[in-house]
């Protein structure tokens, strides 16, 4: 996976897989009993330089590329996806302020948030705004010296623990997309509330959850994006994210095919290895197939976005396939293991659930359908409905 990226890069990559067997892999069934994600978690990786890579070497980051990112994000989240998506959505934050942020805020929050001291959080969806992000109604009202946010955000990754949020926000309803800024939100604000970690299916150490802002206070400094400029920059972070996504999904359903076959391999079934049976070579070989198709989409897709271009299209592909091969291989590669598959040590149940919420995060299929769809009118005039 790593022939084709410059050693500092494949150095990195190897840390990252080597945190996760150390750190992760062990307490992953802990955690999603539990429901939760230590903090200091995110000290560690800091230490390992996870928290830092992609931020650019001015601010004291790694500035490596996409596709060494993504590879990170694999070989994490073959581990856990919960603690991986929640390290990927934390270093995004740090990313976004580090390229976007004035001296002031680098200098107050990067360090913190390098360091995994502070946590990252971006804060775009709500209760009742999910796919149109045009459309979102948390308001933000300027006042001298500031702003006054009231509103509600839902699905915040890494909300239960967050303290540099990062939340777009409404300036003026009549604008449309071009009243939408982004704000800087620190924990303990006047007026900012967690809701209860959700009570999902799976991927709790994401610690997901909802965020209330009563007439909370946000002074001018803590102003990342101003109207106009907020929308674009959601957008082009969900872009990216989605790549991520796809890189996910590739780690969950490598880690299902490489136990399924040790699996099969070693148990012993009318007097042969059960992967004996040409049935469950071809089941498993299909998986195999998928996971090919999806690291080279996923590949296209990071390659697309370091040589600087939108890659719309390229990211919307890789998730929307990379999601629906992650749900179908990992339920293919438990059924391979039997009742054991359905045991809360083996990461099965973990995998499956969190392949499942990856159909919804950062844009359904439903809108990579419509994504795909646009790139492939456009030539003759037409658009997507």
Partial sequence: MTDELPRNEADLVAAAAEFAASEVRPHAAKWEKARALPAEVFQRAAAAGLTSAILPPAAGGGGVSMLCAARMADVLARADFGFAFALKVHANAANAVARRGTDDQCSRLLPDMIGGRRIGAFCLTEPGVGSDATAIACAARKETGGWTVSGEKAWVTNGVIADV????????????WRGIANLLVEGGSPGFTRGAPYDLLGGHAAGLCGLTFDACRVPDANLLLPPGEGFKAAMAGINMARMFV???????????????????????????????NQGLQWELADVATDLEACRLLTDRAACTLDAGEAGIAECAHAKKFATRAAVRGISACMQAMGAVGLRADEPFGRHFAAAKMCEFLDGTTEIQNVVISRSLLRPFGLDAS
């Fill in 165 to 176: 949020l990062s939340v777009y926000v409404q300036t003026d309803a009549r604008a449309g």
């Fill in 246 to 276: 796809a890189a996910l999904c590739c780690g969950m359903l490598a880690d299902s095919l490489d136990r399924a076959l040790e699996y099969g391999a070693a148990r012993m079934a009318f007097g042969r290895p059960i992967l004996a």
